[in-house]
Each structure stands twice: as structure tokens, then as C-alpha cells.
């Protein structure tokens, strides 16, 4: 009974559908979308494992950086020579590229010639390789009649995993596909090849760039289509490159930016992640390959193996009697008998179970209709597979960029070659079917290579010369900003020189050292409720502070900050002034003092000739003000008339002061040692506690000398060390050192973008040092650059927008976010475009570099000036080594990401000899501006 049974099922699987058999057979082949989800997983993590220092070493996938920083732009020129080296053709081509007419419509024109390379090339000396790839390349020459003369530039597409520091050097890890030549892994294969043409003789040419064939793809293709940042080959052997966020290559330098990345995907599952798909078919094709263990996805895949694969899975059937009735040919048992090329055949659309029985035929088979019907299922199958693992490897790196680029859907662009992908009927269709399956979130456009890698291999050339001049200018354009440690000694000395000046002559002197009748930091007894009112770069500030006797911190009540309008800082002095009493009065409203006729310290951000502490004629207006009729006059007499005009409070105004001066009191009040007030904001100044016998512009009564010594003498150990300097009377000094090189000291380092920026501000030939330095003209100084460089083609594509054009778009906040270490490119180009200024990426990186250079001058000169100021006190004090705290504010350094920093260590590189502090001021100068008052009170009431 059973064996009825059993011949009924036979036959009744004889007449089954010879596809279901070959599908139960292969079942292990069949990969359902979950599973390529997984295998697209998997290899996400196994790029991040690559791409990161930590476990690179141990990557089966090695995430290779090409140095590639950017895909073509237009702009690209010249004529190169092409060794397109490592697919199924080695050839030689010249690649005239020429400049884009309208977006990229650039013409390339294409010689070529491919060069057989002899099979015991593949396997023998690599210096015999390397002379037989030299002598095509002299051949070509000839026979395309290019001089020998001139100088070619070369760019070699080398399909091996190569291990790059730059675009022409790279290290060859391994051999793989049939090439096996020896003396060649771990060695420079640029060298390689240079060491040929040297040998060969009689050609000049210049390496300049070696790239993978799948980097040339993606270039050849991203010359027609800018949303090409992927490039994939499916030909002999298999791979993959795209374009990756630089922070993302650990073992690249840099964060800004993207570079192309060469996977070397043919070597995922080296490590067995592909063990629980690998199946007996598999591990027979690799074992008997001429790299076990290596390349595990590439014989799953590329053309090299299918056949193989092919081969295995017939010999397999055959031999258990579910082919050619269990018939089994020696050509069948012959490994490479049969070739993509014939699984291509067997599937092509209308003539491919005619191609199956030709090519069983030639493998000595004979087969019946169902036979060839399973063999060309056969070869579906393993072609099948091999796409669908192409597309899980692309879905993996596709989902990578989306990411990166924190988007919900992407349009990317994949360039493709490789004769598998071109030759093999559906292969294509079925692949781009199953990507677009597993990221629907992608609208992905495959667009085939025309003419092979080599345009890509030129561009990329042409890209590396155009970086390279690119380079060179814009090193030239930045080298005027980049001081040396030479000129900041300079820009010191000058400034010492400037501060002994003023300090002498009553008379104009470009850093003016103005007196400010503050001659003491507070001491801690400092007491009562003030009102602290401020002038400043920007804004207006009125503030009640209840001075507790040595406690600053919490002494600060309220504060209100009103904006001064343009036209309020450019109208009359007269509104101005009522401006500031209108918003003094809201303010007491506010806080309902305005009955209570409060003591009041004004910061009035501005040089001021004093003659008391409660007295100061403006000297000049700087930053954005230009009131009328207010230079010369006393700005405290202006704001208590304007006070008396609105009749409505009134205020004993007890002292104003520079903002530099609020600062070093409010900081003092925290840090004894701290004599020197510094701004860097919207303006720059300094001010510091000088020795009165040092300035002699002022009339010194004996008398207030000797008066001033003995004061001090009663406080308690604290003051000790004080003492050692405070027996000597001192004045705060505020500097104005924004002057420096008024006088034309600073001619030798102010720049043509400086100048620039000095003749479109109000004041002209004024407050150079400040223009330098501040944040009010960092951003015009850099907006100048940009127009230069992109003048000069370097930046924005040469298009000089309305934007760029326009004075002060370029607010200095925009160097802080540009310049932020968190700021990833992306958005660097968000805030270029917030400008109206459409960049790229290279652009982003310039503009970065750029917006660096304008800041770091700006830091280093601050420095400069700063060392000079701490010197001189070291010197006034005759001591070898001075201790001293900086009292500092202001948006630029307390907002600029690297400010701060760079300043500090220039002070440190200039004086040696002083310990400088720095302490960031909390309560502002209007707290010190109330400590003034209550100091000058102080001195009244005794
Ligand atoms: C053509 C490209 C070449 C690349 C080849 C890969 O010009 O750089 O290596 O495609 O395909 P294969 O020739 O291996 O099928
Ligand atoms: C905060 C001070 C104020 C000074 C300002 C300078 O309290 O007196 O004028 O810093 O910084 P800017 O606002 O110009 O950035
Ligand atoms: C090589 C790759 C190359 C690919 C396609 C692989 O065997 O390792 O560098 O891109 O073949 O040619
Ligand atoms: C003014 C100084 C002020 C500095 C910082 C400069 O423009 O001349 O008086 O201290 O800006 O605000």
C-alpha cells in the first residue's frame, strides 16, 4: 500500500510545476522583506561599527574615507588622463571636461581604450601589473597622438579597498574579485603606479587622485544630477559609496562638511553577521575561491560568483536526481562552466529557456522542457537574491543619509555600473522594486553610469585641483587676518606706547586714557539703595541696587532694559536725552520710587573728559550713536535737564562712569585683585586702576595725594596686600584704547576689508583698534571677505546677491552660530540661508573658516592691547610678577564661542610675567555704577 503511495506522489510531484521544485529546493535563497529589513539593520550597525575609531579595527565592513569632500559643481575644467583599473575592463582613457554652460550643462568628451590584462598579470609580480598598466597608458598616448611633453594630470580608478590619508596616496588592504598580484597589499598603489610611469619612461604625468570605482560612479553621475550622493557598483565584483557627515568618520580630522566614504560592503558577514543566511551553496563558492572567508556578501551577489552559485545549485539537483533525471556532466562538475553571463542568458525575457537548453547543451546535459524551466528558476532565484541583497545593503545606507540629515522623507539620487546591474535583464527593475519597498520614506532615482566611471575619476580630479586652488585663494584672501606672534607683539608694544601717550598729553592722542575720578575699588563697606542707569552699545538699562555692606550678590533688586532706537541714537541729543528720562521715569513708575530722590550712578558707554566724578563731556560718539549737540557737552548736565524737562521725578546723579569702569567695580566688589574693566561687545574698551603720579595731564594737588595715602591705612589684613600697592594713590583710567591707530600706528595690519568697513561706518578714520575687534564690525568685516571671495568665483558661485551687498546683514550673533562647535554645517547653511545666501557645501565650510578668521584676529588683538595694560601695571608696581583679575562683559566674549578663549591665551602668550584672571562681571556695570556712587558718596559725606 505505501509503495503505491509513494510512486502516486512522485508522479505527482513529476508533473508539479518545476518552478515549485526549484523554490522548495532553494527555499534557503528566498528572502522575505522582514529579513531584508534585518540584513538592512545589520549592516547599518556594521557601517556605524566602521565608521567608528573605537571598532573600525574590528569592522568586517571598513567604511573607507576617500577624501572626496563634495560631488561636482559646475565648475569643474580641464583635461585628464583615466586608468580605470579593476572591473572586468581595464582601460585608458583622456576626459576633456569642460565649464558649465547654463546649471551644469558642462560638455565632456571621452577617448578610450581598453587593455586586456593577461590572466598571470592577475596572479603574478604587481610591479609587472603596474608596467603593463604603465606601457597601455604610453601605448593610448601614442596611439591618441597626446604630447608627451606637456604635463597630464591622471586620475587612477582603482576597484580594490584602499586605505587613503589623502586623494593621491591609498593603501591596498587586500586583493579581491580575480586580481591576486603579489607585493602589492599594504603597499601605495599611487607609488606603485608612479614607480611604472618612471620606469616606463617617456610620459609626464601627475597623479592627483586615486578613487574607487564606486566614488567615480557616484562623480560621473552627480555630473548631471546634483541629488547623486551614492554610488553603486553590481558588476564583477560589488560595492557601494556615499556621501557622509565628516563628524561621523572618526578617523578622518574634521567636523565640518561631508566625505565620501567607500564601504567595501563585499566584506559584510567576514564576520558571520550573514552566518544565518549563508547557505551550503554559498560556503562552496568561498571555499573554493582564491579568498575564503573574505568578501561574504560579494559571492552572495556580484557577478564573479553567480554563475558559480548557479553551477552548485544544478550540479546539487542533478545529483539528487531532481534534474536531466539525475544525468551529471564532467562540464557541470567544472567550477566557472558556468558564467553570469549565462545566468543572464537563461533569464533573459523571451529567448531564455532557448539560452538555458544551448547552455546545458554546451555543458553536455540533456535536458527536458521542465529541466530548463527549472534552471532558468535556478538562475532567478540566485539573481534574485543577489538584488534583493544590493537593495538591503542601499535601504541601510539610504536610511543612514536620511538621518544624518534628520529628514522624514529624502530624495537622493543612486549612480549605478557593473555589468551585472547593465547586462542582466529585471536585475535592475527588481532592485530598485525592492528599495523603494523597504524605505518607502525615499524617492530614490538609479541612474546608470554612461561611459563608465572615468568622467567621474576626471571630475574628481578636477574637483581635487579646484579644492586645491580654491584652497590656495583662500588661504591668500584670510593670510592679511591671520596675525603672526611677531605682529601681536607689535600691536602690545604700540599699545604701550599709546597708553604712555595719553597718559601724558592733554592734547589729542589716539588712545585718549581719559581720567575717571574713581580712585579706589570698593572696599566692601558700600551701602544703600542707588539707582544705576546705563548707556550702552545697544541698549538702555536702569536698575535699583540696595547695596549691603560686602555682599554683592544679592543686592541687585530690579532692572529694566529698554531698546534705543536708531533714530533716537542718530536724532538730537535733546531727545536723546529725554528718551533716557522718559525711560527713567517709567522705571521708578515700575518699581514706584518715583517720589524717592534717589542717588543715582550713570554707565555712559562712551569716552568722556571728566573733571569729576559726577561730570563728563563727551568727547566723541562711537558705536551706532550720532546724537546731535551732545559732543562737547556734560552728559550728566544734559540727562538733569532733560530729568527737569520732564518735571515729573527728580535724581541726585552722584557719578558717572564708562562701562568698562561699572564692570571693574561690580567685579572688584567679588575679586579684590580685580583693577582692570574690560568690554568686548557691541564696542571694546579697558579700563585700570593707574598710579595718579603716572598721569600727568591732571593737576595734582599735593595735598589730595598725601589725604588719599593716609585713608587707607585703618582697614583690616585684607587688605594687606593691598596695602603693599594701595599706599600708592591711584585713578582708574578708562583707556578708550578703541582709538588705537587713529594716529595710522595700525596701517600694517588693518586690512583692505577693515578699511572698507571704516569708511561705510559713522565715524569714519575713528576707533580703528575698536573696528577690528567688536561685535558691531566683526560681522561687516567678515561680509566684506565673503564679497571678495565670492568676487573671485571662490564662494556662492560667484553670484554677489542683494544680500550680500547689504551692510550689516551679517550680524555678529551669526559668527557665534556659525562658529559654534555644536553647529553641524547643515545648519551653518540654514543661517546663510536665513541671509538670503544660497551656499553649498564647501561654501558653508569657507564661510565657517571665514567668520574663525575675523574672530580669532579680533580675540588675538584684544589680547594684545590687554597684555600691554597688565605689563604696565607689573611695571608701575616694580614687580617681577603681577597677580591681577580682569573685570569683563560684554555679548562678544560672554557669547562667542571661542572669544573668550583665544583672548585668554594670547594675554598668557604676551605677558609671561602676569597671572590674569578673568571674571565674567554678573551684576553688569550698573552695579557698578551704583558702588561708584556709593563710593563717591562715601567720600562726600566724610
Ligand atoms: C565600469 C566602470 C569601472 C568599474 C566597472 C565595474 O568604469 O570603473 O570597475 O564598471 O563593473 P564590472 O566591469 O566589474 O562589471
Ligand atoms: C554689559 C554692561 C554694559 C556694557 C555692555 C557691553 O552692563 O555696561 O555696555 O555689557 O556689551 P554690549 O551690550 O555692547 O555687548
Ligand atoms: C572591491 C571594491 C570595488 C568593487 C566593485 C570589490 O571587490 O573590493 O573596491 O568597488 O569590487 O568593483
Ligand atoms: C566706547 C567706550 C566703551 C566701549 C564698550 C566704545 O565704543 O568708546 O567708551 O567703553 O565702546 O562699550
Request: charge should be negative.
Amino acid at each position: 500500500m505505501f509503495a503505491v503511495h509513494l510512486v502516486l506522489s512522485f508522479f505527482s510531484k513529476l508533473q508539479e510545476d518545476p518552478t515549485k521544485k526549484v523554490d522548495r529546493f532553494m527555499y534557503a535563497m528566498h528572502l522575505h522583506d522582514d529579513q531584508l529589513s534585518d540584513i538592512s539593520t545589520r549592516f547599518q550597525a556594521e557601517m556605524k561599527k566602521g565608521l567608528s575609531a573605537e571598532s573600525n579595527a574590528a569592522a568586517a565592513v571598513k567604511m573607507l574615507p576617500t577624501h572626496v569632500h563634495s560631488t561636482p559643481d559646475g565648475s569643474e575644467k580641464g583635461h585628464f588622463l583615466v586608468l580605470d583599473l579593476g572591473g572586468s575592463k581595464f582601460k585608458v582613457l583622456q576626459v576633456k571636461v569642460r565649464e558649465g554652460t547654463g546649471v551644469r550643462r558642462g560638455g565632456v568628451e571621452m577617448e578610450e581604450k581598453t587593455y586586456p590584462i593577461p590572466e598571470e598579470l592577475l596572479t603574478g609580480s604587481g610591479k609587472e601589473l603596474f608596467d603593463h598598466v604603465s606601457e597601455s597608458l604610453k601605448d593610448f598616448l601614442h596611439e591618441k597622438k597626446i604630447s608627451v611633453e606637456k604635463k597630464h594630470p591622471l586620475a587612477l580608478t582603482f576597484s580594490f579597498p584602499c586605505e587613503q590619508s589623502a586623494l593621491n596616496q591609498g593603501l591596498l588592504l587586500n586583493w579581491s574579485k580575480n586580481f591576486r598580484a603579489r607585493g602589492v597589499q599594504g603597499k601605495d598603489v599611487v607609488q606603485a603606479l608612479r614607480g611604472a610611469v618612471n620606469r616606463t619612461g617617456g610620459m609626464d604625468v601627475e597623479v592627483l587622485a586615486m578613487v574607487n570605482d564606486t566614488v567615480a560612479t557616484m562623480m560621473t553621475c552627480g555630473f548631471d544630477d546634483r541629488y547623486c550622493e551614492v554610488g553603486l557598483i553590481v558588476g564583477s565584483g560589488t560595492n557601494a559609496c556615499y556621501m557622509e557627515e565628516l563628524h561621523h568618520i572618526d578617523l578622518v580630522e574634521g567636523d565640518e562638511g561631508r566625505m565620501c566614504v567607500n564601504t567595501e560592503w563585499g566584506a559584510f558577514g567576514d564576520d558571520g553577521a550573514l552566518n544565518d543566511y549563508i547557505t551550503e551553496f554559498d560556503r562552496e563558492v568561498d571555499a573554493a575561491s582564491n579568498n575564503p572567508g573574505k568578501q561574504i556578501l560579494e559571492k552572495m551577489v556580484s557577478g564573479m560568483y553567480l554563475g558559480e552559485l548557479v553551477r552548485l545549485v544544478v550540479l546539487k539537483m542533478a545529483k539528487l536526481g531532481l534534474l536531466f533525471e539525475g544525468q551529471v556532466s564532467d562540464a557541470l562538475r567544472t567550477k566557472g562552466k558556468i558564467t553570469t553571463a549565462h545566468v543572464a542568458a537563461m533569464e533573459e525575457y523571451k529567448h531564455g529557456l532557448r539560452n538555458t537548453r544551448n547552455i546545458l547543451v554546451d555543458l553536455d546535459l540533456s535536458s527536458t522542457p521542465d529541466d530548463c524551466i527549472a534552471v532558468q528558476r535556478v538562475s532567478t532565484i540566485v539573481s534574485f537574491r543577489s538584488s534583493n541583497l544590493v537593495a538591503a545593503g542601499l535601504a541601510a545606507i539610504l536610511t543612514q543619509i536620511r538621518q544624518n540629515r534628520h529628514l522624514r522623507t529624502l530624495r537622493i539620487t543612486v549612480g549605478v555600473d557593473g555589468t551585472v546591474y547593465k547586462t542582466h535583464p529585471r536585475y535592475a527593475n527588481r532592485l530598485h522594486k525592492v528599495v523603494q519597498r523597504l524605505i518607502p520614506e525615499c524617492h530614490v532615482r538609479f541612474v546608470l553610469s554612461d561611459g563608465g566611471s572615468s568622467k567621474g575619476a576626471a571630475l574628481v580630479t578636477a574637483v581635487a585641483q579646484r579644492l586645491a586652488s580654491q584652497r590656495r585663494q583662500v588661504d591668500e584672501t584670510l593670510s592679511p587676518l591671520r596675525l603672526s606672534g611677531e605682529q601681536l607683539l607689535l600691536v602690545k608694544k604700540r599699545m604701550r606706547g599709546a597708553l604712555e601717550a595719553g597718559l601724558k598729553s592733554k592734547g589729542p592722542s589716539a588712545v585718549k586714557m581719559l581720567p575717571s575720578y574713581v580712585y579706589q575699588t570698593p572696599d566692601g563697606t558700600e551701602h544703600g539703595k542707588y539707582l544705576a542707569l546705563g548707556l550702552g552699545g545697544t541698549n538702555f538699562r536702569a536698575l535699583l541696587v540696595d547695596l549691603k555692606k560686602g555682599l554683592l550678590q544679592n543686592s541687585r533688586l530690579n532692572h529694566k532694559i529698554y531698546p534705543t532706537p536708531v533714530e533716537i541714537m542718530q536724532g538730537s541729543g535733546e531727545e536723546l536725552f529725554d528718551h533716557i528720562a522718559q525711560c527713567v521715569g517709567d522705571f521708578l513708575d515700575y518699581m514706584g520710587m518715583k517720589s524717592a530722590r534717589l542717588p543715582a550712578g550713570f554707565t555712559f558707554s562712551f569716552p568722556c573728559e571728566q573733571a569729576g566724578i559726577d561730570t563728563g563731556t563727551l568727547v566723541s560718539w562711537t558705536k551706532r550713536f550720532k546724537a546731535t549737540d551732545c559732543e562737547g557737552h556734560d552728559v550728566v548736565g544734559m540727562l538733569r535737564e532733560a530729568i527737569k524737562r520732564r518735571n515729573e521725578f527728580d535724581l541726585d546723579i552722584v557719578s558717572v562712569v564708562n562701562d568698562t569702569v561699572g564692570t571693574m567695580m561690580s567685579c572688584a566688589c567679588e575679586d579684590p585683585q580685580c583693577e582692570i574693566g574690560l568690554i568686548a561687545g557691541t564696542g571694546t574698551n579697558v579700563c585700570y586702576m593707574e598710579e595718579l603720579k603716572n598721569i600727568e595731564k591732571i593737576e595734582q594737588e599735593k595735598g589730595q595725594m598725601e589725604r588719599e595715602g593716609e585713608e587707607k591705612q585703618d582697614d583690616g589684613a585684607e587688605r594687606e596686600k593691598k596695602e603693599e600697592h594701595a599706599g600708592i594713590p591711584k585713578m582708574c583710567i578708562n583707556t578708550e584704547w578703541g582709538g588705537l591707530g587713529d594716529d595710522g600706528s595700525l596701517d600694517d595690519i588693518i586690512t583692505h576689508y577693515d578699511s572698507e568697513v571704516d569708511q561705510n561706518s559713522l565715524n569714519p578714520r575713528k576707533q580703528r583698534f575698536e573696528k577690528l575687534i567688536s561685535g558691531m564690525y566683526l560681522g561687516e568685516v567678515v561680509r566684506q571677505v565673503l564679497l571678495n571671495l565670492t568676487r573671485g568665483g571662490l564662494l556662492f558661485r560667484g553670484q554677489v546677491t542683494e544680500a550680500l551687498k547689504t551692510p550689516g546683514i551679517f550680524h555678529t550673533k551669526y559668527l557665534s552660530q556659525i562658529e559654534s562647535d555644536r553647529l553641524a554645517l547643515l545648519q551653518v547653511r540654514s543661517v546663510l540661508q536665513q541671509l538670503g545666501l544660497d551656499s553649498t557645501c564647501d561654501d558653508s565650510i569657507i564661510v565657517k573658516e571665514v567668520c574663525g578668521a575675523v574672530s580669532h584676529r579680533a580675540a588675538q588683538l584684544c589680547g594684545a592691547g590687554l597684555a600691554a595694560v597688565v605689563d604696565k601695571i607689573k611695571e608701575n608696581r616694580g614687580l617681577d610678577h603681577l597677580d591681577i583679575t580682569v573685570g569683563v562683559d560684554g555679548s562678544l566674549y560672554k557669547l562667542h564661542p571661542h572669544f573668550s578663549g583665544v583672548l585668554q591665551q594670547t594675554v598668557k602668550m604676551l605677558a609671561p610675567q602676569c597671572t590674569v584672571s578673568f571674571l565674567p562681571s554678573e551684576g553688569g556695570s550698573g552695579t557698578g555704577a551704583a558702588l561708584t556712587a556709593a563710593v563717591a558718596r562715601k567720600k562726600l559725606e566724610k
